[in-house]
């Protein structure tokens, strides 16, 4: 399967307007793959920038509705894209496991991913059918893996990219390494490499570690105000996330 790269926008940037004209433009520019929010009360996980575009939206905006009907005009606009979500457990709560479930099939929302992984709201996820992204332990727990290979639903795994020099877990050291651990674990659902890829560079070695994806979060954010940049750097993401990698054995590409 083709080597994912999944941008992240909050669907609030500074308003929920600019937002979906955004999206409009990443689409404009190639991008086929998405990692959506909805502002929550408490978004302790967020950067500083992405908490005020939180706050900004509940003072905007009242209830869920807006959000829900903005993802909604985000499918309608763009058919062929893959839409994946990140909720925090109080916005999960509020809109409901049912009309989640509902807003889901209705959308082919591809995923969603429970801000801080809160495993009980993960397990209601489960429950209902909805597909998830989990996160593997960067100690690469051989327990949680097992889980993980034997789970049968559809799920997405992600291992944290800007942390992973931290630990040398079974004595890997490099991202590809730890990637291959866990397929050697068995583990055959779809890897996500997240956090802190923000370089053409950083993108090439994440997708020579054979995960099938990568999901980029605010560095382009941060550029929207600056046409030239945010392109120029799109660009060196988009070549080296679809760049051949030589086969080491035969010297071709693959």
């Known amino acids: 399967m083709q080597f994912s790269t999944i941008y992240y926008l909050t669907i609030c940037a500074p308003t929920i307007e600019k937002s979906l004209k955004m999206i409009d433009e990443y689409v404009d520019h190639g991008a086929r793959d998405f990692q959506l929010d909805i502002p929550s009360e408490n978004p302790v996980f967020e950067t500083e920038l992405v908490k005020a575009y939180m706050r900004g939206a509940l003072e905007q905006y009242v209830g869920y509705d807006p959000y829900l009907n903005a993802l909604r005009t985000v499918r309608k606009r763009h058919e062929d894209i893959n839409l994946h979500l990140v909720l925090y457990p109080d916005v999960i709560h509020a809109i409901g496991i049912g009309n989640l479930r509902e807003f889901v099939d209705e959308n082919r929302i591809a995923s969603i991913m429970v801000a801080g992984g809160d495993s009980g709201v993960l397990a209601d996820l489960r429950m209902a059918g909805i597909p998830t992204i989990e996160r593997i332990d960067r100690t690469l727990n051989d327990e949680q893996l097992r ?8 799920c997405y795994l992600n291992l944290n990219y800007k942390r992973h020099s931290e630990l040398q877990p ?6 590809k390494e730890k990637v291959d651990y866990i397929r050697n674990a068995g583990v055959r659902a779809r890897i996500l490499a997240v956090e802190g890829i923000s370089s053409g560079q950083m993108m090439r070695e994440v997708r020579e570690s054979g995960v099938d994806g990568a999901l980029l979060g605010n560095a382009l954010m941060r550029l929207w105000n600056d046409e030239k940049a945010l392109w120029d750097m799109f660009e060196t993401f988009q070549e080296a996330a679809q760049c051949r990698i030589e086969n080491v054995k035969g010297g071709t590409p693959e």
């Open 170 to 175: 079974h004595g890997c050291v490099s991202f």
């Open 147 to 154: 889980q993980f290979s034997a789970y049968s639903g559809k």
